[in-house]
Structures are given as C-alpha cells and as structure tokens.
C-alpha cells in the first residue's frame, strides 16, 4: 500500500512585531504549494488592522491576488486560505489611525 505524503512547511512571518503604521510583511516563495493558508494573531490590539494578500512573479514587483480584506479589530486569531497565487505570497496591513498592535503571522503551504 503506497502512501503519498502532502508537502507541508509553516512560515513565522511576523512574531510580536508592534505595528502602528501599514506595512507588508517578508515576500515568502512557495512555487510548490497547491494552496497556502495565513494566520494572523494579535496578542495586543485597540483598533482595526485591515488584511490583502499580495501575489508576485518575482518577488519584487507586487499586487493584490483578489478584491477580499480580512480585519481584525481584537486580541484573537484570523485565518484565511489561498488558491491560485503562483510564485510568490505576502501579506499588506493597513493600520487603522491611532491603532497599535502587537502581531504575529504565520503562513503554511501545503503541496
């Protein structure tokens, strides 16, 4: 009986960074991955955090992979899956005015 094995691999992108401006986190490459997953965590929140996946060819030049933000408004944790990215995936955080957090982002990779 022949078993296959499903490549997998977590990526920490962010851990306890204190965010109160946007930003994009590290380009991650998965040309491998069928699908990918994010987590987003806030340990500490007191305002909005907006989330888009971006998608590149190259790992410099960016845009958004869909239309969907994902926000996070409270100390908890977020998900969502992604399909269709291609090459390379990151995440951009707009921060809401006034708004200070404390985040840490995961993204998985399944093959």
């Not at 869909?66 to 977020?78: K, M, N, T």
Request: overall charge negative; proline content about 6%; hydrophobic content about 40%.
């Amino acid at each position: 009986m022949r078993h296959d094995m499903r490549s997998t691999t977590t990526a920490v992108l962010e851990r306890n960074t204190v965010v109160r401006e946007d930003f994009a986190t590290e380009p991650y490459e998965l040309p491998w991955a069928a699908e990918a997953r994010f987590f987003v965590q806030a340990l500490d929140l007191d305002g909005p955090l907006d989330f888009r996946t971006e998608i590149s060819p190259d790992g410099l030049h960016w845009c958004p992979l869909d239309d969907v933000e994902h926000r996070i408004d409270a100390p908890g944790l977020i998900t969502w899956a992604v399909s269709g990215f291609g090459q390379w995936l990151r995440v951009r955080c707009a921060v809401g005015p006034g708004t200070t957090g404390k985040l840490r982002i995961y993204l998985v990779g399944k093959g």
